[in-house]
Antibody, heavy 118, light 106 residues
Framework: QVQLQESGPGLVKPSQTLSLTCTVS??????????WSWIRQQPGKGLEWIGY???????YYNASLKSLVTISMDASKNQFSLTLTSVTAADTAVYFC??????????WGQGTLVTVSS | EIVLTQSPATLSLSPGERATLSCRAS??????LAWYQQKPGQAPRLLIY???NRATGIPARFSGSGSGTDFTLTISRLEPEDFAVYYC????????FGGGTKVEIK
């Protein structure tokens, strides 16, 4: 059973950079067929796909966030990470990491709340 | 960009009743559609993939149907634990979620 766990600061100042890490256990992020993903949910809102990374290193981003987002991976630690630059209050959200397998997200982390505030 | 529109936004039903949730795509996604359930404070849980296949461990009262642009999630008899928000999701053209349907207790 694959498990994912998000970690990172819960508070980020406006205009600064948000950085989160997802640690995967029970499976290798280097395995074929899986895309390691970030999704967020603003308070009281729906789900927004941010992007994902393949074990090959190829990345795919939501066009609306592409200029601000970087997803990277460290296979040796079985982790992948999200960086979101120049954050504003609108980036306050619960951030989930998840595994995309086929066309759906089958395993999710519990989510971590990031608040953007001075 | 494919937009997914879910309806209704809120569904008020009693336990034991049948729930029918709709997801409409702005263009065809073939059968590349998934459904998720989300309860407050929890991550979404995969219910249905490829439009009609139940994920591991999902009770048989959940069923999905449709293809192309029109999809339906049906809960045959609502159990107390089924009151939640449900999202559809496609990956045919980039990736997107629908806005969600809240199933609440009447």
């Amino acid at each position: 059973q694959v498990q994912l766990q998000e970690s990172g600061p819960g508070l980020v100042k406006p205009s600064q950079t948000l950085s989160l890490t997802c640690t995967v256990s029970g499976g290798s992020i280097g395995s074929g067929g899986s895309y390691w993903s970030w999704i967020r949910q603003q308070p009281g809102k729906g789900l927004e796909w941010i992007g994902y990374i393949h074990h090959s290193g190829n990345t795919y981003y939501n066009a609306s966030l592409k200029s601000l987002v970087t997803i990277s991976m460290d296979a040796s630690k079985n982790q992948f990470s999200l960086t979101l630059t120049s954050v504003t209050a609108a980036d306050t959200a619960v951030y989930f990491c998840a595994r995309l397998y086929g066309d759906c997200f089958d395993f999710w982390g519990q989510g971590t709340l990031v608040t953007v505030s001075s | 960009e494919i937009v997914l529109t879910q309806s209704p936004a809120t569904l008020s039903l009693s336990p034991g009743e049948r729930a029918t949730l709709s997801c409409r795509a702005s263009q065809s996604v073939s059968i590349s559609l998934a459904w998720y359930q989300q309860k407050p404070g929890q991550a979404p849980r995969l219910l249905i993939y490829d439009a009609s296949n139940r994920a591991t461990g999902i009770p048989a009262r959940f069923s999905g149907s449709g293809s192309g642009t029109d999809f339906t999630l049906t809960i045959s008899r609502l159990e107390p634990e089924d009151f939640a928000v449900y999202y559809c999701q496609q990956r045919t053209n980039w990736l997107a979620f629908g806005g969600g349907t809240k199933v609440e207790i009447k």
